[in-house]
């Protein structure tokens, strides 16, 4: 990271995780998700308490937390990994406490639901100043020279979850677009407009996220 430290690269990322077997019915399975994905209420949203206890324990340990999706960052540079591999151990920590086992696996079940990724968001400090989109859309188009190389540490069995369903992209083809949730890279909105951050949907929620890191910079700063 000495090398690209004059960029100031700022990583954040989203890692989602399963959670079993809590709410889920006797003797069988959750229907698809709609209802209860991003939902709010009683019967639809389960393990509230859990989730948001492990948010202010990484409060209270110091981790740089932004949300209750395990939410870390933004960090600089190579720091996002320290903040996220404690984020997880604490996760695991707190769900002992419920009875709840905690997956990373990207598909552990097959069925119509979201997989679990590890969003990641991406920028450096051109990227954030105005006029950044055309530095972000040089990136893209870096990151789409590199798209087979990235899936390789992007995290084990994420085929499963890179089926081009439920908010994913193709795993064998790259695409990118703004405010599609359906792409390899997704440009928000209002960064659409002009600056701001790339968000990186490949990740997968197992991964590694000092590799993740390393690729990302090394692929759009260092080629």
């Known amino acids: 990271m000495d090398l690209v430290e004059d960029t100031v690269p700022w990583i954040h990322a989203l890692r989602c995780r399963w959670l079993t077997p809590y709410g889920w019915p006797k003797g069988g399975f959750p229907g698809p998700q709609g209802p209860y994905y991003c939902g709010a209420g009683t019967g639809k949203v389960f393990a509230r308490d859990p989730i948001e206890a492990h948010y202010r324990a990484c409060l209270y340990a110091g981790i740089n937390i932004s949300g209750i999706n395990a939410n870390v960052g933004p960090c600089e540079g190579i720091s996002m990994g320290d903040h996220s591999w404690m984020a997880r151990y604490l996760v695991t920590r707190v769900a002992e406490m419920w009875g709840i086992k905690v997956s990373f696996h990207p598909k552990p079940l097959q069925g119509d639901w979201n997989g679990a ?107």
């Open 117 to 223: 990724g590890c969003h990641t968001n991406y920028s450096t400090k051109e990227m954030r100043e105005r006029g950044g989109l055309k530095k972000i859309e040089a990136a893209v188009e870096k990151l789409a020279k590199k798209h087979a190389e990235h899936i390789q540490v992007y995290g084990e069995d994420n085929h499963m979850r890179l089926t081009g369903k439920h908010e994913t992209g193709q795993i064998s083809s790259f695409s990118w677009g703004v405010a599609d949730r359906g792409a390899s890279i997704r440009i928000p909105w209002h960064v659409g407009q002009g600056y701001g951050y790339l968000e990186d949907r490949r990740p997968a929620s197992n991964i590694d996220p000092d590799c993740v890191t390393g690729i990302i910079v090394e692929t759009t700063i260092l080629n």
